[in-house]
């Protein structure tokens, strides 16, 4: 029988132990990942200076405990919003968008970031704590009535159940909440089998290049994957990086 995402002990994620195990101490793996988006996302809103405050509004879906994907939105955005669901998560995000600012661990990131002008423009911290806030969301939840200009959804549609129903599901509401145009990134980890978080295991569904380009053509109007041989754990083959713009469609339910 497949654990669907409600099967799931969101209430027990410890995001200490998951920032420990992933985020502490720097995988060259996001170090790349952050290195394209920043690329990406410069292409796509101009690698001068930062765009005209209120201009972009921008969205991570499934935030959970990864400020980076926030971080590469920074120097667009008027507003960014961090949707998660687990409760431990939503307090961990309140606990880094508070006045006195994230914690060092996100510094190296925020260092690739800002070797593109854009970014090197921006004071991180204080920007952070100023424009993103946290709200408690399911994605599966999520009915595209609020749109985003910019968005990020990383290791959630993928990490949240091992149904293919509701993965395909989890990929859908992300694009719905963009708007036409909008500049995403996603990623998503190759062939996993579940992860583990403190005492606690999590379901995964099983993905590689061909479901992940799949589940998001319908919704792009121009997509590109990287297939990122990197393990950064037992039981996966690596890691799948989307970046892409939201076409015009919106996808029946």
Known sequence: MMDRNADAPWSHFDPEVYVDLNYRTPLEVDLLI????????SGCFGAGVPGVPGAVRGVDVGAGAN???????????????????????VEYLERQTA?????????????????????????????????VRVERANLLDLDGQRRWDIGTMFFVADSM????????????????????????????????VGYQ???HRYPAYRVNEDRVRESLEPFTSELELHDLHHMVRPGHEGIILALGRRNSEIAAP
């Open 197 to 199: 978080v403190g005492e």
């Open 34 to 41: 952050v290195r394209l988006m920043r690329d990406y996302f």
């Open 67 to 89: 400020l980076y994907p926030g971080l590469s939105m920074l120097p667009w955005c008027e507003k960014i919003i961090l949707l998660e669901y687990a409760q431990p998560n």
């Open 99 to 131: 006045p006195e600012g994230y914690d060092g661990a996100w510094d190296a990131f925020w260092n690739e970031l800002s070797e593109a002008p854009a970014y090197a423009a921006v004071e991180p911290r204080a920007r952070f704590s100023e424009i």
């Open 161 to 192: 159940s091992e149904c293919p129903d509701e993965f395909l599901r989890g990929v859908r509401c992300f694009m719905d909440v963009l708007t036409e145009g909008a500049p995403f990134a996603a990623a998503f980890m190759k062939e996993s």
